[in-house]
C-alpha cells in the first residue's frame, strides 16, 4: 500500500512539473469542420509538424482586427489515414511559443480555442514570458467606401493597397462583367486575390528539393481562361532566391523529339499574382497565374521550371491533362 501511495505522489508531482513547463494541450482536428485557436496578440509564425493530412490557415491580410491572432487548423477531407497526429508551433509577436499536439478526430469536442498567454512554453529571446497585446488596427467607418459593396465603376478607381483592406466576401462584388470588360488586369488581380490562400482543390500534388516544396494547389476556369494556383514553400533555414519561373507545353511523339513551347506573355500568359521573387527560409509563397484556355492531349502537359538564382535547388513540375483538361469552374 506504501508503494501504491508513493508511485500516485510521484505521478502528480510529475503531472504537475510539466504543467508547469508548458505542458502540450491535444487539439483535435477533423476533416468536417474547421478548428479556430485565438492568440492574446498576434501570430508571427507557425510550424506544423507535418503537413500529410493536416493543414494550417495562416492569418491573411485582410478581414477584421483580430484577423492576425486567428489560426484554422482543419484536415484534409480527401486524405484516407483514419488515425493521425503531429505537432503544431506558433510564435506570436513578443516572442512566445506556443506548442500542440494535432489529433485527427471525426468529431472534435472543441472547435475554438482560446490561447492564454500563460499557456506558452517559452519565449525564444530567452526573456519572461510576455504579452503585448493585439495590434491597433483603424477600421473603417460604416460609410466608408472601404468594406462595402462597390460599383464596378469605383472598383477601377482603388488602389490594391485599399483592395487588401475589403473583407474577402465583399471581394467577389467587385468582379463584375463590366469590371472584366473594361479593366481585365484588376479582374485577374481581385480574383487572384480571392482565391490565394483558398483550401487546396488537388490533394498532396508537389515536386521538392531537399526541403524546397511546390505545391499544385488548383486549376480553376472562368472566362475561357485557367487560373492556377500554386504554393512554393521553403522549410529550409537559407533564402530561396529565384531566378525564374516559367511555363512550357511539353510534347513528346514517337517521332518527333521532345518540344517545349514556352507560355509567356506574348503567347498566352495573361497575368501573374504574387509570383515570388525570394521565399525566406521557414515561409512560404502562394501565388497564381492566369492563362488563356488550353486543352491537352495525352502526349502533352504543362512544364512549370523554376530555377533558383545562385543555387542548385531548381524545380520542374509536370501537370497532365486529367487536372488541366478538367478545372473547376467559378
Known amino acids: 500500500m506504501g508503494k501504491k501511495l508513493l508511485l500516485f505522489l510521484f505521478f502528480l508531482l510529475m503531472n504537475h512539473g510539466l504543467s508547469a513547463q508548458g505542458i502540450r494541450d491535444t487539439i483535435e482536428v477533423s476533416r468536417k469542420f474547421k478548428t479556430i485557436l485565438i492568440f492574446p496578440e498576434d501570430i508571427a509564425e507557425s510550424i506544423i509538424g507535418s503537413d500529410i493530412g493536416f ?6 491580410e485582410i478581414g477584421s482586427r483580430f484577423n492576425p491572432r486567428i489560426l484554422k487548423v482543419y484536415y484534409d477531407d480527401l486524405a484516407t489515414e483514419k488515425e493521425n497526429y503531429t505537432n503544431l508551433t506558433v510564435i506570436t509577436r513578443s ?9 485527427l478526430d471525426a468529431r472534435p469536442k472543441k472547435l475554438t480555442w482560446t490561447i492564454g498567454p500563460e499557456m506558452a512554453v ?23 467606401s472601404i468594406g462595402s459593396p462597390l460599383k464596378s465603376e469605383e472598383s477601377r478607381s482603388l488602389t490594391m493597397q485599399e483592395i487588401e483592406k475589403i473583407p474577402k466576401d465583399s471581394v467577389l462584388k467587385l468582379t463584375t462583367p463590366d469590371l472584366y470588360t473594361h479593366d481585365p ?3 485577374y488581380r481581385l480574383r487572384s486575390y480571392y482565391m490565394q490562400f483558398d483550401k487546396a482543390l488537388i490533394p498532396r500534388y508537389f515536386e521538392r528539393k531537399g526541403d524546397v516544396f511546390l505545391w499544385l494547389k488548383g486549376v480553376y476556369y472562368n472566362n475561357d481562361e485557367l487560373y492556377i494556383q500554386f504554393r512554393l514553400e521553403n522549410k529550409e533555414g537559407v533564402d530561396l532566391d529565384i531566378n525564374f519561373i516559367k511555363f512550357f507545353i511539353k510534347s513528346s511523339y514517337r517521332n518527333a523529339s521532345e518540344q517545349k513551347i514556352p507560355i509567356d506573355k506574348n503567347n498566352g500568359l495573361l497575368f501573374e499574382y504574387k509570383a515570388p521573387k525570394i521565399v525566406k527560409g521557414g515561409t512560404e509563397n502562394h501565388f497564381v497565374i492566369v492563362l488563356r484556355k488550353f486543352s491537352l492531349d495525352n502526349k502533352k502537359e504543362l512544364l512549370v521550371e523554376l530555377d533558383e538564382e545562385g543555387g542548385n535547388r531548381n524545380l520542374s513540375m509536370s501537370i497532365g491533362r486529367d487536372i488541366i483538361n478538367n478545372p473547376k469552374r467559378f
Open 185 to 187: 488586369n484588376k479582374y
Open 122 to 144: 517559452t519565449n525564444i529571446d530567452d526573456r519572461a514570458i510576455s504579452y503585448q497585446g493585439p495590434k491597433s488596427i483603424q477600421v473603417p467607418e460604416p460609410n466608408s
Open 55 to 60: 493543414a494550417v490557415d495562416f492569418p491573411k
Open 95 to 103: 516572442g512566445n511559443l506556443f506548442d500542440f499536439i494535432l489529433k
